[in-house]
């Protein structure tokens, strides 16, 4: 079990769009999920705390109004990017914990590579 | 503020040889450590995790940790040019539901 679906995998788009990501807990609850942003050999930078019925937690540095997040459920936390402009593109990930014995462990999507153009 | 500290590599190996990935990390209250290996393009994935001093042994897979020295390794017997990936360094500050801080990562190449 913790399995976290990801999806799209991949999208392109033009800049000024918006974008959504959606990540889902396949076999078990998620209350909190994480979502992650990762450029080109970084390493995975914490971007938001998604709660499940309540606002999320930013971190410092990451703007609320553009990265909107919603955990409306206990399997589905989405990610928009509004209005994204070139410096936007970057690899997001969101993650999940198990539950029991899995607890302490985070479960990672598969990521969605995002191109601004 | 937390960091965790890596050496990006590239660290080569030949194939058959240990791999030793070193971690540290500033937040001397930090009780959960992990490592991940990810490919290229691919999100992480969990190898190991530790939460106590001492050795952890899972398959070809040994995690090292040492809290009074603030230092977590990861060994790789027998490497496999399978194994070249990146290896993330993750640490969890106390348990519940907080995010993990991960080190930039070790990029490992197996050499056949």
């Known amino acids: 079990g913790a399995v976290v679906s990801q999806h799209p995998s991949r999208v392109i788009c033009k800049s000024g769009t918006s974008v959504k990501i959606e990540c889902r807990s396949l076999?078990?609850?998620?209350?909190?999920m994480f979502w992650y942003r990762q450029f080109p050999k970084k390493s995975l930078m914490l971007m938001a705390t998604?709660?499940?019925?309540?606002?999320?937690?930013?971190e410092q540095g990451v703007e609320k109004d553009k990265f909107l997040i919603n955990h409306a459920s206990l399997t589905l936390s989405t990610l928009t990017v509004t209005s994204a402009h070139p410096e936007d593109s970057s690899f997001y990930i969101c993650s999940a914990r198990g539950q029991g014995a899995l607890a302490e462990k985070l479960f990672f999507g598969s990521g969605t590579q995002l191109s601004v153009l | 503020q937390k960091e965790v500290e890596q050496n990006s590599g590239p660290l080569s190996v030949p194939e058959g040889a240990i791999a030793s990935l070193n971690c540290t990390y500033s937040d001397r209250g930090s009780q959960s450590f992990f490592w991940y290996r990810q490919y290229s393009g691919k999100s992480p994935e969990l190898i190991m995790s530790i939460y106590s001093n001492g050795d952890k042994e899972d398959g070809r897979f040994t995690a090292q940790l040492n809290k009074a020295s603030q230092y977590v390794s990861l060994l790789i017997r027998d490497s496999q040019p399978s194994d070249s990936a990146t290896y993330l360094c993750a640490v969890n500050l106390g348990g519940g539901a907080d995010g993990l801080t991960f080190g930039k990562g070790t990029h490992l190449i197996i050499q056949p």
């Open positions: 076999d078990f609850q998620a209350t909190t």
């Open positions: 998604s709660n499940e019925g309540s606002k999320a937690t930013y």
